[in-house]
């Protein structure tokens, strides 16, 4: 059976980052681990939150998982609050490959052209170093322009620049990215670059946008997107299916009038059987 080890924050008040992935691989039948980076109060677009930097434990907590012989077949991770936390997780992240772990970075910066509350610029280039030891990064649109030094644009991107801007991003190690919340050609998208692809290896796929913003929708994406891979699906199908069901969660949610506290994802968990 594979495990999979999520290393973000928690949220004490918000289905998002762990409170959002764990159900979702659970359900999908992978023990799921946790390391968090740090606790947060509450989601960060509240505009007022405390958190607690778990930098001190995360740095006693690897030595000790080595001496016990722990192993993962993935990691996941997400937000890093400083240059420490990203050196501690891309030294064991790198040292878990060698022994045939998947890694996934989910670069969580910002979105809608802007850093989320409370993350600064200086943990763009953290992130970056996260990047470079991942077999999969899933940076959202405003992400990846961060991640490239690339201006934001609000009327959207061509596939050619699209296709430049993963290429950028495998440029800094990664093995294969995609690309979330694009608009290309005036039609919201998904794209991406699968270096194990039998053929093309960019691919784009389309879908409709509900209005609004949800929180913790790029953390249920990230976490089929993974429950699939591990599973044997290409990373072009995986990424369809997710985009479902992300999409399914949200309108089955409609009637939450608290969209920063993200989405109940457990009173719907079987859209993950129904799309299969």
């Not at 993962?72 to 992240?93: K, R, S, W």
Request: aromatic letters at 10%; one cysteine or more; a negative charge.
């Amino acid at each position: 059976m594979k495990q999979i080890l999520l290393i973000n924050d928690i949220a004490g008040y918000g289905k998002v980052g762990m409170a959002a992935m764990l159900p979702i691989l659970s359900y999908m039948g992978f023990p799921a681990f946790n390391l968090p980076t740090a606790l947060v109060s509450n989601t960060l677009d509240y505009g007022d939150f405390a958190h607690l930097d778990t930098t001190s434990y995360m740095r006693q907590t690897f030595p000790i998982w080595k001496r016990l012989g722990f192993h993962f077949d993935a990691i996941c991770t997400g937000l890093m609050f400083n240059p420490e936390q990203a050196g501690l997780v891309a030294a064991y992240c790198k040292e878990q490959a060698a022994e045939g772990c998947t890694i996934y970075v989910d670069p969580v910066m910002g979105d809608g052209g802007r850093l989320y509350n409370g993350i600064t610029r200086a943990q763009v280039e953290l992130m970056r170093q996260m990047v470079s030891v991942a077999h999969l990064t899933i940076p959202n649109y405003t992400e990846a322009c961060y991640l490239t030094d690339t201006a934001y644009r609000h009327d959207g991107i061509t596939r050619e620049e699209a296709c430049r801007m993963l290429k950028q991003i495998v440029s800094f190690g990664a093995h294969s990215a995609l690309i979330t919340s694009c608009v290309i050609g005036g039609r919201h998208c998904v794209c991406g670059y699968d270096a194990d692809s039998a053929g093309d290896a960019f691919f784009f796929h389309e879908y409709e946008e509900i209005p609004g913003l949800f929180h913790g929708t790029g953390d249920i994406f990230s976490a089929v997107l993974i429950g699939d891979l591990m599973g044997g699906k290409t990373l072009s199908v995986s990424t369809r299916h997710a985009m479902d069901v992300v999409r399914e969660m949200i309108v089955r949610n409609r009637d939450v009038t608290d969209y920063k506290c993200g989405i109940f994802i457990e009173r719907c968990l079987e859209v993950l059987k129904s799309e299969e």
